[in-house]
C-alpha cells in the first residue's frame, strides 16, 4: 500500500487494527465538547458522518431524537454497531449522501478531520454539496480540517503525573513536596521543549517546501496509520469553499482550545456554518 491515493486511505482506515484504535476512544476535546453544547440543542436529528470507532456517538446520541451514524468503512461501522447496538449506523461514502432525504437533520457532524479524507476536489464538494441538502433551514455542520501552517508544536506533559509523583515521595511534607514538583517539573519542561524542538524542525522540513503551506490549501501525505493522504486548508481558504455551498459561518475555533489558536500552531480548526432560514 502506497498510503498516497484517496483509495488506499479507504484501505487503511477498513483494516481491522485500525478499526480497533478508532473503537478504544472514548473522549471528546474541550472544543468539540463546547461547540456541541452550544450549537446542536436537545432533541435534534444529528448525522454523525466518519464515525469511526464511535468516538463521539455516546455524546451526540444522547443529545439526539435521531442519531445516524455514518463511515465507508465497513469495518468502522461493524465495531459501532457492536458497541451501540440499538442506534443507527450506515456503510455510506459522505461524498454521496443520496441514501438521505432533503433537509432531514438539524446538524451534520464531520470530526476528527474525516472531510479532509473525502478526496480529490470533486468528491469534497460532492459532500458539502450533500452537507447543505440533508440539512435542514436554520440548521448547521460542524466539522474540522488541518491547518496546512502548523509547524510549531508546543511542549506539553502530564502535569497530574508530575504530581502523583511529588506527593507520593514527599512523604507528606508540604515543604518536601514543593521541592520534588518544582525539580520534576523543571525537568519535564526541559525535556519536553527539546522533544518539541526536534518534532517542529520535522515537521517544517516536510511542509515549509510543500505548496500547500504558501498557497494555504493543498494535500500531503499524513504519517497516521503508515500513511494517509489528507488535505489542509487555512480558515480563509475553508470558509471561502464553503460559502460556495451556501452556508453561512457561525464559528472558528482551534483544537486547541482553551488556549489561544495560532496559525503556525494549531494542528487543526473546528468550524460551524449555518443553512440559512426560508
Same mark, same amino acid.
Given at each position: &500500500?502506497?498510503? *498516497?491515493?484517496?483509495?488506499?486511505?479507504?484501505?487503511?482506515?477498513?483494516?481491522?487494527?485500525?478499526?480497533?484504535?478508532?473503537?478504544?476512544?472514548? !473522549?471528546?476535546?474541550?472544543?468539540?465538547?463546547?461547540?456541541?453544547?452550544?450549537?446542536?440543542?436537545?432533541?435534534?436529528?444529528?448525522?454523525?458522518?466518519?464515525?469511526?470507532?464511535?468516538?463521539?456517538?455516546?455524546?451526540?446520541?444522547?443529545?439526539? #431524537?435521531? =442519531?445516524?451514524?455514518?463511515? =465507508?468503512?465497513?469495518? &468502522?461501522?461493524?465495531?459501532?454497531?457492536?458497541?451501540?447496538?440499538?442506534?443507527?449506523?450506515?456503510?455510506?461514502?459522505?461524498?454521496?449522501?443520496?441514501?438521505?432525504?432533503?433537509?432531514?437533520?438539524?446538524?451534520?457532524?464531520?470530526?476528527?478531520?474525516?472531510?479532509?479524507?473525502?478526496?480529490?476536489?470533486?468528491?469534497?464538494?460532492?459532500?458539502?454539496?450533500?452537507?447543505?441538502?440533508?440539512?435542514?433551514?436554520?440548521?448547521?455542520?460542524?466539522? #474540522?480540517?488541518?491547518?496546512?501552517?502548523?509547524?510549531?508544536?508546543?511542549?506539553?506533559?502530564?502535569?497530574?503525573?508530575?504530581?502523583? &509523583?511529588?506527593?507520593?515521595?514527599?512523604?507528606? #511534607?508540604?515543604?518536601? !513536596?514543593?521541592?520534588?514538583?518544582?525539580?520534576?517539573?523543571?525537568?519535564?519542561?526541559?525535556?519536553?521543549?527539546? *522533544?518539541?524542538?526536534?518534532?517542529?524542525?520535522?515537521?517544517?522540513?516536510?511542509?515549509?517546501?510543500?505548496? &500547500?503551506?504558501?498557497?494555504?490549501?493543498?494535500?500531503?501525505?499524513?504519517?497516521?496509520?503508515?500513511?494517509?493522504?489528507?488535505? =489542509?486548508?487555512?480558515?480563509?481558504?475553508?470558509?471561502?469553499?464553503?460559502?460556495?455551498?451556501?452556508?453561512?459561518?457561525?464559528?472558528?475555533?482551534?483544537?486547541? !482550545?482553551?488556549? #489561544?489558536?495560532?496559525?503556525?500552531?494549531?494542528?487543526? !480548526?473546528?468550524?460551524?456554518?449555518?443553512?440559512?432560514?426560508?
Amino acid at each position: &500500500m502506497d498510503g *498516497q491515493s484517496p483509495v488506499a486511505n479507504l484501505q487503511t482506515y477498513g483494516r481491522r487494527d485500525v478499526a480497533a484504535h478508532y473503537a478504544a476512544l472514548d !473522549y471528546l476535546t474541550p472544543c468539540e465538547r463546547l461547540l456541541f453544547e452550544t450549537y446542536i440543542p436537545q432533541g435534534s436529528a444529528i448525522l454523525d458522518l466518519g464515525v469511526g470507532g464511535g468516538r463521539t456517538t455516546p455524546y451526540l446520541a444522547s443529545r439526539a #431524537s435521531r =442519531y445516524v451514524g455514518v463511515d =465507508y468503512a465497513v469495518s &468502522m461501522v461493524e465495531v459501532c454497531r457492536t458497541k451501540f447496538p440499538d442506534l443507527e449506523f450506515v456503510v455510506a461514502d459522505a461524498a454521496d449522501l443520496s441514501v438521505f432525504k432533503d433537509s432531514s437533520f438539524d446538524a451534520v457532524v464531520f470530526a476528527f478531520n474525516g472531510i479532509d479524507y473525502v478526496l480529490p476536489d470533486d468528491r469534497r464538494r460532492s459532500c458539502l454539496r450533500h452537507i447543505h441538502r440533508v440539512l435542514k433551514p436554520g440548521g448547521c455542520a460542524i466539522f #474540522s480540517s488541518h491547518n496546512p501552517r502548523s509547524v510549531i508544536i508546543r511542549p506539553s506533559w502530564n502535569r497530574e503525573r508530575l504530581q502523583s &509523583m511529588a506527593e507520593q515521595y514527599s512523604a507528606k #511534607s508540604k515543604v518536601l !513536596y514543593w521541592l520534588l514538583h518544582t525539580a520534576l517539573t523543571l525537568a519535564r519542561f526541559t525535556v519536553a521543549c527539546g *522533544q518539541a524542538s526536534i518534532a517542529s524542525l520535522r515537521r517544517a522540513v516536510r511542509r515549509l517546501p510543500a505548496q &500547500m503551506f504558501w498557497r494555504g490549501e493543498g494535500t500531503l501525505v499524513d504519517s497516521a496509520h503508515g500513511g494517509l493522504l489528507t488535505h =489542509y486548508s487555512t480558515p480563509e481558504r475553508v470558509i471561502a469553499e464553503v460559502a460556495g455551498f451556501h452556508l453561512h459561518p457561525a464559528h472558528v475555533l482551534g483544537d486547541d !482550545y482553551p488556549r #489561544s489558536s495560532h496559525p503556525y500552531l494549531t494542528d487543526w !480548526y473546528y468550524y460551524v456554518f449555518t443553512k440559512p432560514e426560508k
